[in-house]
């Protein structure tokens, strides 16, 4: 797959604000933000290192955040329902948007949301070579080994990941990507945002329960990728692909390897924290 030329993601969420809130926030407080937050009554906030930092004395009301998802929606909500339902809106460039509001739902099942009261940007960051530590402890003799990254938000699991799917394939394996939130690859008409090689095929807005049987069937990965797994029937569908000779790489929100059950399909288990920044390795663990 071929990369897009360079994109600001910057750029993409000051598209969305409204005018009065861009007076606020500028390119180069993005450039080296993790997060930027909006919440009705609050203060506009970025994250930096894991802290909160205001970005003025002006608090941010209800309208400007209506305003806002609906800049983001390109004034159609109807035609983002699926995502919404989902808890976040995607921009270019790999941003994705968290919601906050008023939950609609009907036996344990969201069918939409409402009033929304806040916003999460999410800011990706492309690292080239931070996975490469890894890969000895990852690919084994031109195989490569079920391996989850584990670790709580905002340790910088997508942006490993996302690395790690460049270097295999730039090693010659089919990968193919299930970015189910579209922010691993950033495809934009059909080009990638980020640097994720040649040898890789991704499947958009795709649950991972579905893009999994696809991709066996008709893509013929040697390695599937997804990030953050959930649920028991996520899991069901790594343990079919497993089964079918796909090897698995994926992230789990987590802090602590012990605290997961032997029988999931993983041979290697990475942990991640903030000691050292977003991306910091503290634990690499191996079942024998």
């Excluded at 990638?192 to 807005?205: H, I, K, P, W």
Aim: aromatic letters at 6%; glycine letters at 10%; charged letters at 25%.
């Amino acid at each position: 797959m071929m990369k897009a030329s360079a994109f600001s993601a910057p750029q993409e969420i000051l598209r969305c604000l409204p005018e009065a809130l861009k007076t606020f926030v500028s390119e180069r407080d993005l450039i080296y933000a993790e997060e930027l937050r909006l919440r009705a009554g609050k203060r506009m906030m970025a994250v930096r290192g894991g802290q909160s930092v205001p970005l003025s004395e002006t608090v941010v009301s209800a309208g400007q955040i209506a305003e806002t998802v609906m800049r983001i929606c390109n004034h159609s909500v109807y035609a983002v329902t699926e995502q919404i339902k989902n808890g976040f809106l995607v921009l270019r460039g790999g941003v994705r948007v968290g919601l906050a509001g008023c939950v609609l739902s009907r036996e344990d099942a969201v069918e939409n949301m409402k009033e929304f009261s806040g916003l999460n940007f999410r800011i990706p960051r492309e690292k080239i070579g931070c996975a490469d530590k890894l890969l000895s402890q990852i690919v084994t003799g031109g195989y490569v080994k079920n391996t989850l990254l584990l670790s709580p938000p905002g340790c910088g699991k997508t942006t490993l990941l996302r690395d790690l799917v460049r270097s295999l394939s730039g090693r010659g394996f089919r990968v193919c990507v299930l970015d189910e939130r579209d922010e691993i690859c950033a495809v934009h008409h059909g080009i990638a945002g980020f640097d994720v090689g040649e040898n890789t095929d991704v499947l958009r807005l795709c649950p991972k329960t579905v893009g999994i049987e696809l991709a066996v069937r008709t893509l013929s990965p040697q390695v599937i990728v997804a990030d953050e797994l959930w649920g028991e029937a996520e899991l069901r569908a790594m343990r079919y692909a497993a089964g079918c000779g796909c090897a698995l790489l994926t992230t789990m929100h987590g802090a602590k390897r012990s605290a997961l059950s032997e029988e999931l399909p993983f041979e290697v288990y990475v942990t991640l924290g903030r000691k050292n920044g977003p991306g910091t390795v503290q634990e690499v663990y191996t079942r024998a």
